[in-house]
């Protein structure tokens, strides 16, 4: 089974300026990121802006970019739904296309039970071959479903449920999954703020939606991290801090897809109802990526 490994990218979705899927956008933004070093990939989770797209639109990305990296890279893609047999539907298809592995965000909207969660996943992962790697997909800020540790420890048995993203900030419930998990179970952080501290405890790596923008830094780090030097890891630690706060951490995604603009890409566009920035936060952004280019890369 393909597994998620140090720096995973959750990509964006490039979408043109009448909302529609741009597919040169989409294989332009996978060769950046490719070309930078990165080997794996998180297609349509929250910062590809999956919800507001329907199934159909969700299985056509995941068939151009499985199609497109082939062999570049591993693509692990978010099959999450608030419906299970979506859920197992999507799954089947990512399996289906050639996907290394599938996550999938917990439900939500309504307030389900860790119960409803543990047969959601269990479902999802009878869905598809016992060898093909199921990622759970903790986001409670956005969900208000949080899976628990000790859910997360019986679902780990089952086996291609191979790991975790927890994209909560906390430490505590990080060391909580590591301590209750197997060895051979993947604590994927989600959360950038606390990325240093959280390999050092055991996460085997992280999604970080900021790496959309300025990969080379968190390579850098990774790399660091490899050779044991962990006052160079501490600085990129705190170049990921200034990125962090220039790009607002994707909670306004037009920032990461903005930012992109001036690293030399063409204009894309947030999904409706989300907008782009005003004339005023493209002017200061624009002013902050050029100070992170000078500093950093």
Do not use: W
């Not at 490719?34 to 995941?62: P, Q, S």
């Not at 269990?122 to 093909?132: G, P, Q, R, T």
């Not at 996460?203 to 830094?217: C, H, L």
């Amino acid at each position: 089974m393909k597994r998620m490994k140090n720096l995973v990218v959750p990509t964006i979705t490039p979408f043109d300026e009448e909302g529609k899927i741009d597919p040169e956008g989409i294989k332009g933004h996978f060769d950046f990121l490719i070309k930078a070093g990165v080997k794996d990939f998180y297609v349509l989770g929250t910062t590809g802006e999956v919800f507001l797209m329907n199934t159909e639109e969700r299985k056509i990305v995941a068939e151009l970019v499985v199609e497109y990296v082939g062999d570049r890279g591993n693509i692990f893609i978010q099959i999450g739904s608030i419906s299970t047999k979506e859920a197992c539907d999507l799954a089947q298809h990512a399996e289906s296309i050639g996907a290394a592995g599938i996550g999938a965000v917990t439900p939500f909207y309504f307030n389900v039970s860790q119960r409803e969660m543990e047969s959601y996943y269990l479902e999802i992962a009878k869905s598809v071959s016992d060898n093909f790697s199921v990622y759970l997909y903790n986001l409670p800020g956005c969900t208000t479903n949080d899976l628990l540790p000790e859910t997360v420890s019986k679902l780990a048995e089952v086996k291609n449920i191979v790991g975790i993203k927890n994209s909560m900030k906390d430490i505590l419930r990080l060391s909580q999954l590591v301590d209750e998990t197997p060895d051979d179970f993947d604590v994927i952080i989600g959360a950038d703020p606390i990325l240093m501290p959280a390999i050092l405890y055991g996460a085997k790596g992280s999604v970080s939606g900021n790496a959309n923008v300025f990969p080379e830094v968190f390579i850098e780090f990774y790399q660091a991290i490899k050779e044991k030097n962990y006052d160079k890891a501490r600085q990129k630690q705190i170049a990921i801090r200034h990125i962090i706060t220039v790009l607002k951490d994707g909670a306004n995604l037009a920032y990461f897809k903005q930012a992109l603009v001036y690293r030399g890409f063409k204009p894309t566009y947030t999904r409706k109802p989300l907008l782009g920035l005003n004339q005023k936060e493209k002017d200061i952004l624009n002013n902050e990526v050029k100070e992170i280019i000078k500093n950093y890369l």
